[in-house]
């Protein structure tokens, strides 16, 4: 079992940065084999992907949306996965979750984790 902690969120005005952070439990060993993924929700719609990174941290994805914004990072060292947000838009706003899924590599697919934070909610002002 993982647990995901994550810390962050908050209330920014646009055009603004936050850094999201996720802390897993258990080992180095354990966390440097699991995909890790942050995923966003506005309230009545699907939770979507936003970012996606490897267990080493080589092969990352990004949703089109926040391309050249975002950029998602892991220390497997300190169990841990971050979302750098620059520049960011009022459409950002929404709860945000740290995923996890066993296997090394990300997925696009919310079916495909085994492991979820609490979710952070992310407030951008216009």
């Known amino acids: 079992q993982v647990e995901l902690v994550e810390s962050g969120g908050g209330l920014v005005q646009a055009g603004g940065s936050l850094r999201l952070s996720c802390v897993a439990s258990?080992?180095?060993?354990?966390?440097?084999?699991?995909?890790m993924a942050w995923f966003r929700q506005t309230p009545g719609k699907e939770r979507d992907v936003v970012a996606g990174?490897?267990?080493?941290?080589?092969?990352?994805y990004y949703a089109d949306s926040v391309k050249g914004r975002f950029t998602i990072s892991r220390d497997n060292a300190k169990n841990t996965v971050y979302l750098q947000m620059n520049s960011l838009k009022p459409e950002d706003t929404a709860v945000y979750y740290c995923?996890?899924?066993?296997?090394?590599?990300?997925?696009?697919?919310?079916?495909?984790?085994?492991?979820w934070g609490q979710g952070l909610q992310v407030t951008v002002s216009s």
């Open positions: 995923a996890a899924k066993q296997g090394s590599w990300y997925s696009r697919s919310i079916n495909d984790y085994d492991y």
């Open positions: 258990g080992s180095e060993r354990i966390f440097s084999n699991l995909g």
């Open positions: 990174i490897s267990w080493g941290g080589g092969y990352t």
